[in-house]
């Protein structure tokens, strides 16, 4: 019978994070589960406790949105450990890619009886992430919908994004792709392990989380107008059909910006760590994961 560590990120999803593990931790309990649950007092202490809890051969559970996943995956990334997600917060895309259920009765068993599942993370400027690295509008309009405390979820997200093209222009990137340099001019690049970001954004629909490879989605300069199509298409992920819209491929991708004068911020799994120049690297099989 397995041991579990759960972290809680209490903010997640207006405190659904500590709400779910109350019919969760029960039923596991039920099955003869021992649970722990520790409430995560920021990004460091979350990923010290999960490291003890893998330390003690216990698995540790990921209890809220991307970046509190991101972080505990993370932190147990390339260990052998074996981690759990419970999708509680805004946006669980990289959740939403795995096929981890929310409902307690479905995720339970899963937990309880899964084989673990040797799933891709990313080494984004030497930190572990799990789901992708951007920068561009859309870091600019995360960073916007993190600091939205009246609305949740997509709607954040969308308000956070028009926000953010309203006040854009252009950004001139250099994207490096296992070795190949390309000069673009757009919106934002995306250097995607999982197919979703932003909250259910079907950002590269053709992405993997155990090929060894990461998509690079590349949205090029064009109006205004036209991005707010991109935008709608991203549910469903037909925007890649656009001739605005470029895919790449590789195993190493450096992302910055050519010339000087211009700073902006880069994503990853939520969170914004930093600004350019970014360089993700592909780590194949690093995380052993209860999905299904």
């Known amino acids: 019978m397995r041991a579990f560590t759960a972290i809680v990120n209490p903010a997640a999803g207006g405190s659904a994070s500590a709400s779910c593990m109350m019919p969760l931790g029960r039923l596991l309990r039920d099955a003869g589960a021992e649970v722990d649950v520790e409430y995560s007092r ?36 390339g260990t052998g450990a074996v981690f759990g997600i419970v999708p509680a917060g805004r946006g669980n895309d990289f959740a939403r890619q795995l096929g981890v259920p929310s409902d307690a009765g479905l995720l339970a068993p899963l937990l309880l009886e899964g084989e673990p599942r040797a799933v891709d993370a990313i080494d984004a400027n030497g930190t572990a992430v799990l789901g992708s690295v951007y920068a561009g509008v859309d870091a600019v309009a995360n960073d916007n919908a993190n600091r939205t405390r009246l609305l949740r979820g997509s709607a954040a997200y969308y308000v956070g994004a028009l ?10 990137y250099v994207i490096t792709v296992d070795g190949a340099e390309h000069r673009r001019e757009g919106y934002t690049v995306v250097a ?23 998509d690079v989605v590349l949205i090029r300069k064009a109006p205004k107008t036209l991005f707010f199509s991109v935008m709608r298409e991203l549910e469903s992920g037909t925007h890649v059909r656009r001739p605005e819209v470029e895919v790449m ?11 000087t004068g211009r700073t902006l911020p880069y994503g990853a799994d939520g969170e914004l760590p930093g ?9 194949p099989g690093a995380l052993r994961v209860l999905a299904p």
């Not at 920021?42 to 991101?70: C, K, Q, S, T």
């Not at 995607?192 to 990461?214: E, M, Q, T």
């Open 42 to 77: 920021g990004m460091e202490h979350a990923a010290a406790v999960a490291r003890g809890a893998a330390e003690a051969g216990r698995v540790a559970l990921g209890v809220g949105g991307d970046g509190m996943v991101g972080c505990v995956g993370g932190a147990l990334a």
């Open 163 to 172: 926000r953010a093209i309203v006040s854009w222009r252009p950004a001139d």
């Open 192 to 214: 995607a392990n999982s197919g979703y970001y932003g909250f259910g954004k079907h950002i590269a629909p053709d992405a993997r989380v155990d090929d060894g490879l990461l």
């Open 249 to 259: 491929r590789g195993r190493e991708v450096r992302i910055e910006l050519a010339g």
């Open 275 to 283: 600004v350019l120049p970014v360089t993700a690297k592909v780590l």
